[in-house]
């Protein structure tokens, strides 16, 4: 059956590191794929997305490309702030009214 | 305008008490969805409603889970003698349609049983 994995937890980096929270997956079909993103004391946000190979979702500075050779989709962000520590959820659409949801990844952010 | 609400925002019960969560969608959204986040943990699909289609019930863990959906608005899901490991936060979420669309969450019930 279809499913999400992601890295485990927790990442600590420092304020303007590097961040790649990898992601893969096994579907069937052509599935969307999501990062959702949960802050401290609040509820799932969508944070980016992409529906179809070779798509780029980006937002607040975040990207993730989907790669159908690797089934990946890794989230990465060039230079991270303290106010990005959160747990990171990557999901899948499976093309029906299922999404299945990885694990997901608790980051710290260092001043 | 208003997102998903979910009430309560806390509930602690006895074991073997049975408890009712509420989600109001929203407005406008067809699909509603249930899941539960236990400490640490991902997130665990439990059951969908589509419109007036028959709900997908295939994550329920066990039969003293149930939910409902009123006039394809409100939901409510009701665990029945409820036991220690029903401990978790139970989240609601509503989209516009299908996989492919964004699911809006609301912000959970914090559910303990002692």
């Known amino acids: 059956g279809n499913s999400v994995t992601q890295m485990e937890g927790p990442v600590t980096l420092s304020e303007e590191a590097f961040l790649t929270i990898n992601c893969t997956y096994t579907a069937t079909g052509y599935p969307s794929l999501f990062w959702y993103v949960q802050y401290p004391g609040e509820g799932l946000q969508l944070l980016l997305k992409a529906t179809k190979a070779d798509d780029k979702g980006s937002n607040k500075g975040f990207e993730a490309t989907y790669r159908k050779e690797t089934t990946s989709f890794h989230l990465e962000k060039g230079s991270v702030q303290v106010s990005d520590s959160a747990v990171y959820f990557c999901a899948l659409g499976d093309g029906g009214f299922k999404t299945i949801f990885g694990a997901g990844t608790r980051l710290f952010v260092k001043a | 305008g208003a997102g998903v609400s979910q009430s309560p925002s806390n509930k602690v019960t006895e074991k073997g008490k049975d408890v009712e969560l509420r989600c109001d969608p929203i407005s406008g959204h067809t699909a509603l969805y249930w899941y539960r986040q236990s400490l640490g943990q991902g997130l665990e699909f439990l059951i969908y409603?589509?419109?007036?289609?028959?709900?997908?019930k295939s994550g329920l863990p066990s039969d003293r889970f149930s939910a409902e959906r009123t006039g394809g608005s409100v939901s409510t899901l009701t665990i029945q003698r409820t036991q220690q490991e029903d401990s978790a936060v139970y989240l609601c979420?509503?989209?516009?349609?299908?996989?492919?669309?964004?699911?809006?969450f609301g912000p959970g019930t914090r559910l303990t049983v002692t």
């Open positions: 979420a509503s989209s516009l349609g299908g996989a492919g669309y964004e699911q809006y």
């Open positions: 409603f589509q419109g007036n289609s028959a709900p997908d």
